[in-house]
């Protein structure tokens, strides 16, 4: 179909400076027509954005779901680091002191930092049961390491701790996170599951106004079709003359 507005315009300027009322009826009704598309536009729209908001939550609740046991598993395999139960390793080396521990992790750190190469995974030591790595990251002149905790599902957790004292801290932080960790998925997945059922009904809708366009676009093409022929017709008859 033709644009309509250059249509709605075309028509509305045509019908000023005629007096058949066929054409002004027919700038109305591609006027009417054009209004009823853009909701069907907009309703289309609506049912689209609705059945991604549900496409998506599928996805996290499938990604909630089988992240639930792995971090019911990180709860199972950490170990006590409170107090004096404070025990890491850095580099097969094992320590007792938190600040040491930190020292050492830094020293270790430095020492890939050293090497200016870009690397990932690298073994740095053990804490409360769980592995820790580092990644370099070189940018020109700019070495970047990064510290992680390594979880169950392959998940890093990166340890932020300006201090060495600081690195026995964020991890101790971390741990006591977990059982949080569990219950925020399973938050998660009710909520998403919400979501799919406010959503739900919207894909169910179906567009009141296919009738009302189909009647307007059938409307316009026989007076579109009428109107064409009777100029012919007139034509042919001038040039008969």
Not at 10 to 26: G, S
Not at 82 to 108: H, K, N, Q, S
Request: proline share 1%.
């Amino acid at each position: 179909m033709e644009d309509l507005g250059e249509a709605s315009q075309y028509e509305q300027a045509k019908a000023l400076t005629t007096t058949d009322p066929r054409i002004m009826q027919l700038t109305q009704d591609k006027q009417d027509l054009e209004r009823a598309m853009l909701r069907r536009a907009a309703f289309e729209r609506a049912i689209f954005s609705a059945r991604e908001r549900i496409r998506n939550a599928e996805e996290q609740i499938e990604r909630l779901t089988a992240a639930i046991p792995q971090r019911e598993a990180d709860v199972a395999q950490r170990q006590d680091i409170a107090g004096d139960a404070f025990t890491a390793i850095v580099v097969g080396e094992t320590f007792t002191d938190r600040t040491e521990f930190g020292e050492a992790v830094l020293a270790r750190m430095n020492e890939l930092a050293e090497g200016g190469l870009t690397v990932r995974d690298r073994a740095v030591g053990e804490i409360a049961g769980f592995r820790l790595t580092a990644d370099v990251s070189v940018y020109g002149k700019t070495t970047d390491v990064s510290l992680y905790l390594n979880r169950n599902g392959d998940v890093q957790e990166r340890v932020r701790a300006q201090s060495a004292a600081g690195i026995a801290q964020s991890v101790a932080a971390m741990l006591r996170g977990f059982e949080g960790d569990v219950q925020s998925a399973r938050d998660g997945i009710e909520s998403y599951r919400r979501e799919i059922a406010e959503f739900t009904p919207q894909t169910e809708k179906r567009f009141e106004g296919a009738a009302e366009i189909a009647e307007l676009e059938q409307r316009v093409a026989d007076m579109e079709a009428t109107l064409t022929r009777e100029a012919a017709e007139r034509a042919a008859s001038r040039s008969s003359q």
